[in-house]
């Protein structure tokens, strides 16, 4: 069978409606008119449709002005995001007294804010990057986990025109001095220490050594979450002091709406880090159209971001788009798994979930927990599981499907730190589903899939994915560096945005990505895509998680591996026989596994992503020489290395 075949058998899986007994009128309604504005008056026509959806301080002179790679939208017009994601919402009786984000604790403490509760501590939080010199254009680091101060810290920086950049909580002192050294921070936000998997992560330590690399730095605000009461350095201030301090009274800044609002690194591999640069009216109107089209929310879901704050999906869903439909979220610090295999599970019902953003590789791994423990700890009211950062595979959409509901509709979403957004997905409660495809572009989007010689790719044919159009939540440049996004996003094909990924288009319309271009080996001169291998080897019975990367060969150039993990009780050599079997049968013998290494659990970052890479480095060398700041659990990197030297050894 060849590759072809193996896409065709992919592609082949049923196009289903949206199951009746979720459908959702209203949802159906506006998505119809909304379609219907673009259709008459095209994209900018939606988009303005969208913007009329908020409080503006001043109206725009123009939608949209200019073209890629060069664009502008809503120019003249003003605005704060703050003052729609809060103080409107806060000044609605409806909705002043309502949870606006809900918060556990890994060790289980919770709080909550309602919207009233969040306007004051955001007018006071803003007073008090005031007080340390903080002003429009100026650059605050948040080096914060998955707390109530998270929010607060990023409307904050909103209500005054600050731009903020989230730094993941799992860097190290070294990558968090990189970020803040090239964004140029003024003020760090951090606290003394966040619990993940039952262990304190020294924030303030690391926080202190980036400080000694990063020059531009003046202060550290310093959130006491342990209850330590650590002892405070020059430059440094107690988060709680400082907004007790403070007056609720600090109005929102007018901002223009192409004002930069949010930078956020890429995690490419290369060395210096990408800073992308997002809008101030950009992201909140992408953000806003997202979680609409997404996720649907209606005013008696609880919706649960699982990510952390510092992967892009948060601040879409969560802190500005969610924020921004008046939602009632849900943030949780830790692991998803602890102190029990029951903690997903635990905190959805606790708090009443009926909306779940989460990534693939961590519903693979609650398919590893065991189906056992997703049917004792059924989460009532469940309406929705949606994914996006990486492909999901079929076999994974039918398990939470099957396992997590009664035919639980499953969204599976794509997009880019650069989109600012996800763009292609089926409508939550109105358009149809299939397992593994990322649905149809929303509306205000548009794109092609191109063949090398830059002709649009037919149906069933793999190509390069395109946007061919801008809209409002694409990144416009590279923070100090435009002539690298100029090069980086529109060098490969003029006059249209290069993802780098590869996607191909189903003959009922539906769009799936495959993964990264670059992630195409040359096995004996044969183009082979290791997303397309991963697809076979993760629907084999007894698998739980895998991943599939090319590795160098003397003589082959360079040969695919597996890197699998099984479920409870599946039989390890019987596994990796069957696997192989299946890799030769659905793609033939040129794409021959190898190696299957099967191991505890794949190296993750902690939006859930599995780092490749790694895999690659430890097979190749027999070390993790590379970068590991960004990873989950480094016990991981340390077990994978010893499997890789047991299953090599003669």
Known sequence: MSSTDTLSTLLAEPLLPWPEQWRVAEQAALLAQAREIERVGGPDAYWEWVAKKFRWMRPWDSVRDGNFPEFKYFAGGMLNVCDNCVDRYAEDPYYASRPAITWEGEPGDCATLSYAQLRTATARFANGLRSLGVGQGDVVAIYLPNMLESFVAIQACNRIGAIYTVLFAGFSADAAALRLQTSRAKVLVTADASYRRGKQVPLLENARKARRSAPKLEHIVVIDRTGAAPALHDGETGYKELVDAQSDDCPCVPLEANAPAFLIFTSGTES???????????????????????????????????????????????????????????????????????????????????????????????????????????????????????????????????????????????????????????????????????????????????????????????????????????????WDDHQRYLNTYFGRYPGVYNTSDEAVVDSTGQLWVLGRGDDVINVAAHRLSTMEIESVVASQPGIADAAVVGVSDAVKGTVPVAFVTLVA?????????????????????????????????????????????????IVETGEAKSDLTGIEDLEVVGNLIREVAARKRP
């Open 272 to 478: 210096k880090p990408k800073g992308v640069v997002h809008s101030v009216v950009g992201f909140l109107l992408g953000t806003w159209a997202n979680v609409q089209w997404q996720v649907g929310p209606a005013k008696d879901d609880v919706y649960w971001c699982a990510a952390d704050v510092g992967w892009l999906t948060f601040p879409i869903q969560a802190v500005i788009g969610g924020l921004a439909h008046g939602a009632s979220l849900v943030c949780y610090e830790g692991a998803l798994d602890t102190p029990g295999k029951d903690r997903f599970y635990q905190i959805a019902n606790r708090h009443h979930v009926t909306k779940i953003l989460i990534a693939p590789t961590a519903l693979r791994m609650l398919r590893a927990l065991g189906d056992e423990v997703a049917k004792a700890n059924r989460i009532d009211g469940l309406r929705l599981i949606t994914t996006q950062g990486e492909p999901l595979d079929p076999e994974t959409y039918h398990w939470t499907s099957d396992t997590l509901g009664d035919q639980l509709p499953i969204v599976n979403a794509y997009g880019q730190t650069e989109t600012g957004s996800t763009w292609t997905y089926p409508v939550y409660g109105v358009e149809p589903l299939k397992a593994g495809s990322c649905g149809t572009p929303v509306p205000g989007h548009a794109y092609r899939v191109l063949l090398e010689d830059g002709s649009i790719a037919p149906v069933g044919t793999k190509g390069a994915l395109v946007l061919t159009a801008p809209f409002p939540t694409l990144a416009r440049t590279v």
């Open 569 to 617: 009780g599946a039989p390890v050599e019987a596994t990796v026989g069957q696997i192989c079997a299946a890799v030769s049968d659905a793609i033939g013998t040129i794409a021959r596994l190898e190696h299957v290494f099967v191991c505890k659990a794949l190296p993750k970052t902690r939006a859930g992503k599995t780092v490749r890479r790694l895999l690659r480095e």
